[in-house]
């Protein structure tokens, strides 16, 4: 086979014109190995080819080009907006990269008569109100622990709300005002609805002197238990306010991004503050940063983190990045400005994400360089070489209920989550461990046979011998009966630290001592795969015994059984129902109402 001609840039740049647009970088086998964004294209592509100062990681790229395609656009704008959707769409092997393909979580707010709160992700219905977007799920569920607090809205879902005949626990302890049972008027509920908005919208003064004013009315009113009400709610939003981690006097939304680089590693530390106040933060570690300077990331982050998201009107980063603010401007609809020099509280803001970006950074560096011991140990210790993705297999079934086949992933020095897979297996005898291993493995290992995948560098069979050498005869099956595979055995007296390993051309398995560094990783990964496995057969068997707890009962069908879960909210609102309330739900007679209760209890 003779091998490709060198490629000569010359006529091709030559042709370039002087115009922004998007470059892309092709390998001889039309992968694509780098897309960029350039103000004049003919300068940018050229400069890949007359500088000797070229980093590593760009010079081997380039040693790799094959072709080079150009798109031109009317603006930088447009050009940065095209380069990001590229970059998405083919996952280039020299760009920076941030995965983050989960939706920000929202408070929503409800446009029911009596409003609720709630969590939610996704596009929301216009009838509703959403407030955030919050970094993680634990801001929105913080938010609203204190909105029960504070003003005592409801979070029961729409069915449950409309069938409830008494007030529920939340009431009992002051977090709900029941309006379910008519226990607050319509006029105070939807007061305190309004307070809540006000106060998730940063208007925290507008609150505190609406409750004052209503608490001195009732008090005039010789209405005192209704204003120690007020004064109470007074109270617990003073104790919010003072407690919050970021005190602002502005009421701006903002988001500010703090990024920093350290030993070919990079962090970018994103903080939400909507209305004035901090929502919390999160980390975000990018891949392909070998050699890339600040700015560069963060214009990365920036571009790839806001498509398809709301953009705040102001954003504080701790370098600046060219061209930035009008592309975020264009694709929001409205003027975003970027501050790199921010002063007073705002100063403060960045100083205070640049730290948790140092801190997550040097905490991801510590777990680098530890992960990377044990895999090297694991390595040494099998006698092996070049080990770095391992994939493994557990099995988890209740007396052969529900079973379950978990198959967790770990790559590039830590668990890759977003790999795991799980398989549902029927149509075998329960209990049956073999025949579920095989199944599961069948049904992973054919496709990337097939060679839609990438194959581990070591298989990791929960079990003993039994486990390993079916396995063995599955992969044969398939044509891989040479990948590396261990079988994990947890010993005579089944502790962590006694674990025994099996090859599958050896009788004598492999026994490592219990603080052996290679051992810790192969019980980090087999843990895994048992709580992946575990939580999938606990959720796949709570479904099939929901369904089941009202099959076996006279006279419920499909329809009733699921107005009755529709109504109750779940198999365990229909437990707490009474009779009364049982009878409520279409189609439920009083004799099948006490049929259904006595076989519920």
């Given at each position: 086979?003779?091998?490709?001609?060198?490629?000569?840039?010359?006529?091709?740049?030559?042709a370039?014109?002087?115009l922004?647009?998007v470059?892309?970088?092709?390998?001889?086998?039309?992968?694509?190995l780098?897309?960029?964004?350039a103000?004049d294209?003919?300068k940018r592509v050229?400069?890949?080819?007359?500088?000797?100062?070229?980093?590593?990681?760009?010079?081997?790229?380039?040693?790799?080009?094959h072709?080079?395609?150009?798109?031109?656009?009317?603006?930088?704008?447009?050009?940065?907006?095209?380069?990001?959707?590229l970059?998405?769409?083919?996952?280039?092997?020299y760009?920076?990269l941030?995965?983050?393909d989960?939706?920000?979580?929202?408070l929503?707010?409800?446009?029911?008569?009596?409003p609720?709160?709630?969590?939610?992700?996704?596009t929301?219905?216009?009838k509703h109100?959403t407030?955030?977007?919050?970094?993680?799920?634990?801001?929105?569920?913080?938010s609203?622990?204190?909105?029960?607090k504070?003003?005592r809205?409801?979070t029961?879902?729409?069915?449950?709300?409309a069938?409830?005949?008494?007030?529920c626990?939340?009431?009992?302890?002051?977090?709900c005002?029941?309006?379910?049972?008519?226990?607050v008027?319509?006029?105070d509920?939807?007061?305190?609805?309004a307070?809540?908005?006000?106060?998730?919208?940063?208007?925290?003064?507008e609150?505190l002197?609406?409750?004052?004013q209503?608490m001195e009315?009732?008090?005039?009113a010789?209405?005192?238990?209704?204003a120690?009400?007020?004064?109470d709610?007074?109270?617990?939003?003073?104790?919010?306010?003072?407690?919050?981690?970021?005190?602002?006097r502005s009421?701006?939304?903002?988001?500010?991004?703090?990024?920093v680089?350290?030993?070919?590693?990079?962090c970018?530390?994103l903080?939400?503050?909507?209305?004035?106040?901090n929502?919390?933060?999160?980390?975000?570690?990018p891949s392909?940063?070998e050699?890339?300077?600040?700015?560069?990331?963060?214009?990365?982050?920036?571009?790839?983190?806001?498509?398809?998201?709301a953009?705040?009107?102001?954003l504080?980063l701790?370098?600046e990045?060219?061209g930035?603010?009008?592309?975020?401007?264009?694709?929001?609809?409205?003027?975003?400005?970027?501050?790199?020099q921010?002063?007073?509280?705002?100063?403060?803001?960045?100083?205070?994400?640049?730290?948790?970006a140092?801190?997550?950074?040097?905490?991801?560096e510590?777990?680098?360089?530890?992960q990377?011991?044990?895999?090297?140990?694991?390595?040494?210790?099998?006698?092996w070489?070049?080990i770095?993705r391992?994939?493994?297999f557990?099995?988890?079934?209740?007396?052969g209920?529900?079973t379950?086949v978990?198959?967790?992933?770990?790559?590039?020095?830590?668990?890759?989550?977003?790999?795991?897979?799980?398989?549902?297996v029927?149509?075998?005898?329960?209990?049956d461990?073999?025949?579920?291993?095989?199944?599961?493995?069948?049904?992973?290992?054919?496709?990337?046979a097939?060679?839609?995948?990438?194959?581990?560098?070591?298989?990791?069979?929960?079990?003993?011998k039994?486990?390993l050498h079916?396995?063995?005869?599955v992969?044969?099956?398939?044509?891989?009966?040479?990948?590396?595979?261990?079988?994990?055995?947890?010993?005579a007296?089944r502790?962590?630290?006694?674990?025994q390993l099996?090859?599958?051309?050896?009788?004598?398995?492999?026994?490592?001592?219990?603080?052996?560094?290679?051992l810790?990783?192969?019980?980090q990964?087999?843990?895994?795969?048992?709580?992946?496995?575990?939580?999938g057969?606990?959720?796949?068997r709570?479904k099939?015994?929901?369904?089941?707890?009202?099959e076996?009962i006279?006279?419920?069908g499909?329809?009733?059984r699921?107005?009755l879960l529709?109504?109750?909210?779940?198999?365990r609102?229909?437990?707490?129902?009474?009779?009364?309330?049982?009878?409520?739900?279409?189609?439920?007679?009083?004799?099948l109402?006490?049929?259904?209760?006595?076989?519920?209890?």
């Open positions: 086979m003779t091998a490709p001609e060198p490629f000569d840039p010359r006529p091709l740049l030559a370039l014109p002087d922004p647009g470059y892309r970088m092709l390998a001889d086998d039309g992968a694509v780098y897309v960029g964004k103000r294209l003919k050229s400069s890949y080819f007359q500088k000797s100062d070229l980093s590593p990681r760009i010079a081997h790229m380039v040693a790799r080009i072709d080079i395609q150009t798109t031109v656009t009317r603006t930088e704008a447009e050009a940065l907006l095209l380069e990001n959707n970059i998405k769409g083919l996952s280039p092997k760009n920076i941030f995965r983050d989960k939706s920000y979580p929202y929503l707010l409800s446009g029911h008569a009596y609720r709160l709630g969590f939610f992700r996704g929301p219905d216009k109100r407030f955030g977007p919050f970094p993680n799920s634990l801001a929105v569920r913080e609203i622990q204190i909105l029960q504070v003003f809205l409801r029961c879902e729409d069915t449950v709300f069938n409830r005949s008494r007030p626990l939340l009431h009992q302890i002051k977090r005002s029941a309006p379910c049972v008519g226990a008027s319509d006029a509920y939807a007061r305190d609805a307070d809540a908005a006000l106060f998730l919208s940063g208007r925290d003064n609150v002197e609406d409750l004052s209503r009315a009732a008090a005039q010789l209405r005192y238990e209704q120690a009400v007020y004064r709610q007074i109270q617990a939003l003073s104790a919010v306010r003072a407690s919050q981690f970021v005190e602002s009421t701006q939304d903002a988001d500010i991004v703090a990024g680089r350290k030993g070919g590693l990079a970018v530390y903080v939400m503050v909507r209305g004035g106040r929502l919390g933060g999160r980390a975000f570690f392909h940063v050699d890339a300077d600040l700015p560069a990331v963060l214009e990365a982050f920036v571009s790839q983190h806001y498509e398809g998201r953009i705040p009107p102001t504080f701790n370098a990045v060219d930035l603010a009008d592309w975020l401007s264009d694709h929001a609809g409205h003027r975003v400005n970027i501050v790199s921010p002063r007073e509280e705002r100063r403060i803001w960045l100083e205070m994400a640049l730290k948790n140092e801190l997550a950074l040097s905490t991801r510590g777990l680098r360089e530890n990377a011991a044990r895999l090297a140990a694991l390595n040494e210790a099998l006698g070489e070049g770095a391992i994939e493994c557990d099995v988890s079934h209740t007396m209920e529900a379950v978990s198959c967790v992933v770990f790559d590039q020095g830590s668990m890759q989550s977003s790999e795991y897979r799980r398989y549902n029927s149509g075998i005898t329960p209990g461990d073999y025949a579920a291993m095989r199944d599961a493995l069948l049904r992973r290992y054919g496709k990337l097939a060679g839609e995948g990438k194959l581990p560098d070591l298989l990791l069979i929960d079990g003993g039994g486990q079916m396995a063995l005869d992969l044969s099956e398939l044509g891989l009966g040479n990948l590396p595979m261990l079988g994990v055995a947890k010993g007296a502790k962590p630290g006694m674990e099996f090859f599958p051309d050896e009788a004598e398995p492999l026994k490592l001592r219990p603080d052996h560094p290679g810790h990783l192969i019980q990964v087999r843990d895994e795969a048992h709580r992946f496995a575990i939580t057969h606990r959720a796949r709570g099939t015994r929901t369904q089941s707890s009202l076996g006279s006279g419920i499909a329809k009733r699921q107005k529709q109504t109750f909210g779940g198999l609102g229909v437990v707490d129902a009474g009779v009364e309330e049982l009878v409520r739900v279409e189609g439920i007679s009083h004799d109402a006490e049929r259904i209760y006595r076989e519920l209890h």
